[in-house]
């Protein structure tokens, strides 16, 4: 049984750092891409960053491009997401999400992703 569990959210002030991180069981972890989504109330699901099953081709959300940084330690089964100069606008829940399929790159749509995490809440006060 595969499970994504996040954890790191919190409430940071407007220009403030969080990391994030998604911690995966249940197959091996090192032959999946991984991806980060945010949704705020009331907006849909959103792509955040997405890393491919060997770590490379990083690709970021117009919105988060310069701030986040998406990385995974394949010895701790963990996807990180560094975020940084965070803004109001970034406050969501966060969620990590892995596709059903190995050796695959890293997709910007949510509907490519088959396990999701529970999410993690993350407030930024202005």
């Known amino acids: 049984q595969v499970q994504l569990v996040e954890s790191g959210g919190g409430l940071v002030q407007a220009g403030g750092s969080l990391r994030l991180s998604c911690a995966a069981s249940?197959?091996?972890?090192?032959?999946?891409?991984m991806g980060w989504f945010r949704q705020a109330p009331g907006k849909e699901r959103d792509f955040v960053a997405a890393?491919?099953?060997?770590?490379?081709?990083?690709t970021y959300g117009d919105s988060v491009k310069g701030r986040f940084t998406i990385s995974r330690d394949n010895a701790k089964n963990t996807v990180y997401l560094q975020m940084n100069s965070l803004r109001p606008e970034d406050t969501a829940v966060y969620y990590c999400?892995?596709?059903?399929?190995?050796?695959?790159?890293?997709?910007?749509?949510?509907?490519?992703?088959?396990?999701w995490g529970q999410g993690t809440q993350v407030t930024v006060s202005s």
């Open positions: 999400a892995s596709p059903w399929s190995p050796y695959s790159s890293g997709s910007t749509y949510s509907d490519r992703y088959y396990y």
């Open positions: 249940g197959r091996p972890f090192s032959n999946y891409a």
């Open positions: 890393i491919n099953w060997s770590g490379g081709r990083p």
